[in-house]
């Protein structure tokens, strides 16, 4: 089984904080995105990388970056926490081209409270 | 543009009750269509998809047809059990789109009480 994990559940954080999320994947997918679940709002794209060093703007960039040093890690920074960036933040995975045609494979999510 | 639109929740219903969760999608081109379901405290895991008008996919008991003149997939099963409460996502891939590809509907959320 592919297996998509995030390295904290929970995590609480100050205003002005800079704070790392962790993603790594076990399958040795090509594309890895990170997205955050707000409820009436779904699932929207931060970002998403299809290769080692790439990334691409999702449809919410703004405050956050991305870092994808290695194939199976993927992390989403936020430069300075804020607290409209309070939410459920979920990591997926999925392998090769074209990215539409491939199932995402999602971690359980972590909860990040900006306080 | 590349929209999803589902139906509001929460549903609650009764075991062995009819499920229908409506979603409808507006896309450019020829998108592949999705369902997800998330589990309490886990993430979302595929349910079934279907790539192409009139396409079914099924799984577990659950079924979709992506039915392109009236652009909708909604997701039906016959009889549901208390397992399957959940959350549910209609999501289309666009694969005409540069950029993101992915869209995801807000999510329905379905209580099955015995």
């Known amino acids: 089984d592919v297996k998509v994990t995030q390295s904290s559940r929970y995590l609480v954080k100050r205003t002005g904080e800079k704070v790392f999320l962790e993603c790594v994947q076990d399958?040795?997918?090509?594309?890895m995105f990170w997205y955050r679940q707000d409820p009436g709002l779904g699932l929207r794209l931060i970002y998403f990388?299809?290769?080692?060093?790439?990334?691409e703007k999702g449809d919410i960039p703004e405050g956050y970056s991305v870092s994808r040093e290695k194939k199976e890690r993927f992390s989403l920074i936020l430069e300075s926490a804020s607290t409209n960036q309070t939410s459920m933040y979920l990591c997926?995975?999925?392998?090769?081209?074209?990215?539409?045609?491939?199932?995402?494979?999602f971690g359980a999510g972590t909860r990040l409270s900006v306080l | 543009g590349n929209s999803v639109t589902q139906m509001e929740g929460p549903v609650t219903l009764s075991e062995e009750a009819f499920l229908t969760i409506n979603c409808t999608y507006t896309?450019?081109?020829?998108?592949?269509l999705f369902w997800y379901v998330q589990y309490p405290g886990e993430g979302l895991q595929l349910l079934l998809k279907?790539?192409?008008?009139?396409d079914k996919g099924s799984n577990k008991g659950f079924e979709a047809t992506y039915r392109k003149e009236t652009t909708s997939f909604h997701l039906e099963k016959g009889s549901v059990q208390v397992s399957d409460s959940a959350v549910y996502f209609c999501?289309?891939?666009?694969?005409?789109?540069?950029?993101?590809?992915?869209?995801f509907g807000t999510g329905t959320s379905l209580t099955v009480i015995p």
């Open positions: 997926a995975s999925s392998h090769g081209q074209p990215i539409a045609k491939n199932i995402q494979y």
């Open positions: 399958m040795d997918h090509e594309n």
């Open positions: 990388s299809y290769d080692v060093k790439m990334k």
């Open positions: 896309a450019t081109g020829y998108p592949s």
């Open positions: 279907a790539t192409k008008a009139d």
């Open positions: 999501a289309l891939s666009n694969s005409a789109n540069t950029g993101n590809q992915f869209y």
